[in-house]
């Protein structure tokens, strides 16, 4: 099989209709991304204005990824699985993707190039060294409309696509995501995904894992609408040794850091395992360390996440259970926009908002009460307080520190008095304090008003410490 490059291209021109260039894949396997998160795979038979006919297809459910090394995973039927039939029609407007995978491609189209890696307008090309399959991936979205006195197509709209999660790794890390040589990176990203929307109540969305050139050979990064927002590096022969504290120099291996907490690390061959662990090591995989990684920096990112549309979604989805509830609160006393905002908040101190209904209710009623949205912001904490503790409970007591009276004090009045430069030095300097603290989850306030400036601050100086309201703790909860 010849050396092959995997391409991704957005058309430039509209000279070409969408049905002139589909059809050099009929009677050829095809797959079918389509919007609602299926994929169908079959032949191609025929082109129509509004749909196309496939036979002998297999109907796949939602999939993590779309990079060529999945792909690859699905080269023959044989290794597809779902449920089998002789014909699907499907309609143009729900289609996503149409892409063609195999060795004998049909001749380039001249509204077609290639030009570096994907700097060219309107081209986005990913290239693999290890790639065994030659692929062309058509968006056919926007199909452009006809006007019935002009013969040329009107040009379609501009659109551009960004993957709102992604893995970029460098070429030597690809056997972790190449389940055929026993990686297994896919599997462990698929538990984590599905692990954190049970905890949190957010259904993450696809994560897309690809290769790229750019980035170092044993090194990844992770990327929110196409922006890096963490980096780290692996060994794929090798294991992350941490909590060495007091006999690293017993262990050989190549130092490192712990991507997790920024701690000491090495990368210690897989016969020095019992060793650490007979020390009170802990010993991890590079794929584990990759998913571990990814989950705790997901979970700081998840407000920025979430969007308009997912918030619609989850409402939606509760009208089959609290129908009643849903139907006479949205959008009558709360909008899908607010309840957004709201969610974003509880997030971003990464509050679990898995009993929506709960929030619903209480955001509802004190925005009827005419409070403005800090009030309610409070109010709904309080209300969902068990949530809001829950994470630092220990059998039963709240493992959390008191925020220093005297300094409250004067910080609760530097607010009142609107001084809020000198409320934020002297919030700092209790972050400065807090130096013995690295480990505390979270810290208790007497006064509401000043928990979330406190957590502007803290989160400003880069600690990540949850803040509490004492009137957030549930009844029965002892502060530990």
Not at 234 to 261: C, W, Y
Not at 311 to 339: G, M, R, T
Not at 460 to 472: L, P, T, Y
Request: net charge negative.
């Amino acid at each position: 099989m010849a050396h092959a490059r995997l391409c991704h291209y957005q058309y430039r021109t509209a000279r070409m209709d969408y049905r002139s260039q589909l059809s050099r894949f009929l009677q050829r396997r095809v797959c079918v991304d389509l919007w609602g998160h299926n994929t169908i795979w079959g032949t191609l038979s025929s082109i129509h204005e509004d749909h196309l006919r496939l036979v002998d297809t297999i109907v796949q459910g939602d999939r993590e990824g779309h990079g060529w090394f999945e792909q690859m995973q699905f080269g023959s039927d044989d290794a597809v699985g779902g449920p089998r039939n002789a014909e699907t029609i499907v309609r143009l407007d729900t289609v996503l993707h149409v892409t063609y995978a195999d060795d004998d491609l049909p001749a380039e189209m001249d509204e077609m190039s290639e030009d570096g890696e994907g700097e060219t307008a309107g081209i986005h090309q990913t290239n693999s060294e290890n790639d065994r399959w030659n692929m062309r991936l058509i968006d056919v979205k926007d199909p452009p409309r006809r006007d019935a006195d002009v013969e040329t197509a009107v040009e379609p709209p501009l659109m551009i696509y960004s993957d709102r999660l992604k893995i970029e790794f460098g070429i030597r890390l690809v056997p972790l995501v190449d389940a055929k040589v026993g990686g297994d990176l896919i599997e462990r990203l698929r538990k984590m995904r599905t692990d954190l929307s049970l905890e949190m109540g957010v259904i993450l969305p696809r994560i897309r894992v690809v290769d790229r050139r750019h980035v170092d050979d044993w090194a990844y990064r992770f990327l929110i609408n196409e922006h890096a927002f963490s980096t780290g590096e692996v060994m794929i022969d090798r294991l992350l040794a941490t909590d060495l504290d007091g006999f690293a120099n017993l262990v050989e291996g190549r130092e490192a850091t712990d991507p997790m907490d920024g701690q000491p690390a090495k990368w210690i061959d897989a016969e020095l395992r019992d060793l650490v662990i007979h020390h009170g090591g802990c010993v991890a995989e590079p794929t584990a360390v990759i998913a571990k990684h990814f989950s705790v920096r997901v979970r700081s990112v998840l407000h920025e996440l979430i969007s308009y549309e997912d918030v619609a979604q989850l409402v939606q989805d509760l009208k089959a259970n609290h129908w009643n509830v849903v139907s006479d609160l949205i959008p009558a006393h709360l909008s899908v926009l607010v309840l957004h905002r709201f969610l974003k908040l509880l997030l971003e101190e990464r509050v679990s908002i898995r009993h929506l209904i709960g929030i619903i209710e209480s955001v509802a009623f004190h925005l009827g009460r005419g409070c403005d949205h800090d009030t309610v912001l409070q109010c709904l904490r309080v209300d969902i307080g068990r949530a809001v503790c829950d994470p630092f409970l220990n059998d039963g007591r709240l493992c959390a520190t008191m925020l220093d009276t005297e300094m409250e004090d004067t910080a609760i009045q530097l607010l009142k008095s609107e001084q809020l430069s000198k409320c934020d030095t002297t919030l700092l300097e209790f972050v400065d304090s807090l130096s013995s603290m690295q480990r505390e989850p979270a810290v208790v306030v007497r006064h509401p008003k000043l928990r979330r400036p406190l957590f502007e601050a803290l989160r400003k100086a880069g600690r990540r410490i949850s803040v509490i309201s004492e009137s957030e703790i549930p009844c029965g909860v002892q502060l530990g």
